[in-house]
């Protein structure tokens, strides 16, 4: 568990199915689609190829708030978080950045709020960076971006339709 921007995050390696199946089961869900972090847009595409569009966004509100669907099972974002760019840049990939919370509850912004959320729940995190109390922030906001640049909102988050016009 680290802090991101937003909120806390369960996380590990993206592509680890031990790290997918705890999280599953420390979130209570069955659905394997996550929010990934990266450290920089060139890590993003070792892993995902992005098209100009997308590149464009990137390059506009990275790092920060904004995060593009890549594939049928995730959506990447490059946090304004130092730490978490850094866990992600020391992997070498992608890591998972499911909010902390169990699925329908509050995302955690403390330490304490998850360990109260997680209290009668079996599974826990091996590790716990604990940053202190997170300024409450609304989550990033999830988009799709087809190859001709039409934009999907999927989550409305902290970036306004308003703003998401891409650069030309």
């Not at 420390?26 to 890590?43: E, H, P, W």
């Not at 890591?95 to 729940?121: M, V």
């Amino acid at each position: 568990m680290y802090p991101t921007d937003t909120a806390y995050a369960m996380g590990g390696i993206f592509d680890n199915a031990k790290v997918v199946k705890k999280i599953l089961q420390m979130k209570k869900r069955k659905d394997a689609k996550f929010t990934l972090i990266a450290s920089d847009i060139r890590q993003v595409e070792k892993f995902f190829p992005l098209n100009k569009f997308e590149k464009k966004l990137a390059k506009k509100y990275w790092p920060g708030p904004l995060s593009l669907v890549v594939s049928r099972k995730y959506a990447v974002r490059v946090p304004k978080n130092a730490l978490a760019r850094e866990l992600a840049r020391i992997a070498q990939r992608p890591l998972i950045a499911s909010s902390a919370n169990i699925s329908g509850k509050n995302p955690p912004f403390s330490i304490r709020e998850f360990l109260k959320q997680h209290k009668n729940n079996p599974n826990k995190p091996e590790y716990m960076l604990d940053c202190g109390k997170l300024i409450r922030k609304k989550p990033s906001t999830i988009v799709k971006v087809n190859i001709i640049g039409t934009i999907k909102i999927i989550r409305k988050g902290e970036i306004s339709r308003l703003h998401l016009l891409i650069p030309i």
